[in-house]
């Protein structure tokens, strides 16, 4: 049975920083692409982050670029998200995602999900 468990959210104030993680069990994670996807109330899911299966290779929404970070710790079956300067419009639920096939920032292409952890950032 394959989980991807995330953590981390909270409520914070903008320019704050948090740290999401999400462990993944039941999948041989080193042969996963993993990613992050968040959803507000009311809009569609969208990409915000990749890491291929080395953490070699990373990808950022526009939106984040320089301020958020993705890694990932293979011994740890484990994938963090650092979000530095937050803003009032990152306030979403943030989800991970586990993809066999590759690279690819395709919400609709992605094998298993995690339930999300809520992040609210206040103004």
């Known amino acids: 049975q394959v989980q991807l468990v995330e953590s981390g959210g909270g409520l914070v104030q903008a320019g704050s920083s948090l740290r999401l993680s999400c462990t993944a069990s039941?999948?041989?994670?080193?042969?996963?692409?993993m990613g992050w996807f968040r959803q507000a109330p009311g809009k569609e899911r969208e990409f915000v982050a990749l890491i291929g299966w080395s953490g070699t290779i990373t990808d950022f929404a526009n939106f984040v670029k320089g301020r958020f970070t993705i890694s990932r710790d293979n011994t740890k079956n484990t994938v963090y998200l650092q979000m530095n300067s937050l803003k009032p419009e990152d306030t979403s639920v943030y989800y991970c995602?586990?993809?066999?096939?590759?690279?690819?920032?395709?919400?609709?292409?992605?094998?298993?999900w995690g339930r999300g952890t809520q992040v609210t950032v206040s103004s």
């Open positions: 995602a586990a993809r066999s096939a590759g690279l690819s920032a395709e919400k609709l292409t992605y094998d298993y």
């Open positions: 039941g999948i041989r994670f080193s042969d996963y692409v």
